[in-house]
């Protein structure tokens, strides 16, 4: 029902920036309540952000709080999660994910799941 491709990723250095973007097929996006999630080897998979349906709330992990921003643009089907300050610790795959209506910090709650970008930050 509905299609997630992320892109953005790549390597920086400790203290850089970049900006993840989520693609989503259809015409309902904004149905949808959107997160996203990051797994490194070795570890469960962990919550990143998350945001409502009209993009009016959202939600952080404590350890990103202040340095990454996650918005939406219903007009366009996208999903964004802007990284500042970044650090060796975030080094991962970065996911986007939806469910219906109301956003969850648990991956178990979110129904479609992009493919993943890998996020490398060098010391």
């Known amino acids: 029902q509905v299609q997630l491709v992320e892109s953005g990723g790549g390597l920086v250095q400790t203290g850089g920036s970049l900006t993840l973007s989520c693609a989503a097929s259809?015409?309902?996006?904004?149905?949808?309540?959107m997160g996203w999630f990051r797994q490194a080897p070795g570890t469960e998979r962990e919550f990143v952000a998350a945001?409502?349906?009209?993009?009016?709330?959202?939600a952080y992990a404590d350890f990103v709080k202040g340095r990454f921003t996650i918005s939406r643009d219903n007009a366009k089907n996208t999903l964004s999660l802007r990284m500042n300050s970044l650090e060796p610790e975030d080094t991962a795959v970065y996911y986007c994910?939806?469910?219906?209506?109301?956003?969850?910090?648990?991956?178990?709650?979110?129904?479609?799941w992009g493919q993943g970008t890998q996020v490398t930050v060098s010391s």
């Open positions: 259809g015409r309902t996006f904004s149905a949808y309540a």
């Open positions: 994910a939806a469910r219906w209506a109301v956003y969850s910090t648990r991956p178990q709650s979110y129904n479609y």
């Open positions: 945001i409502t349906m009209s993009g009016g709330s959202t």
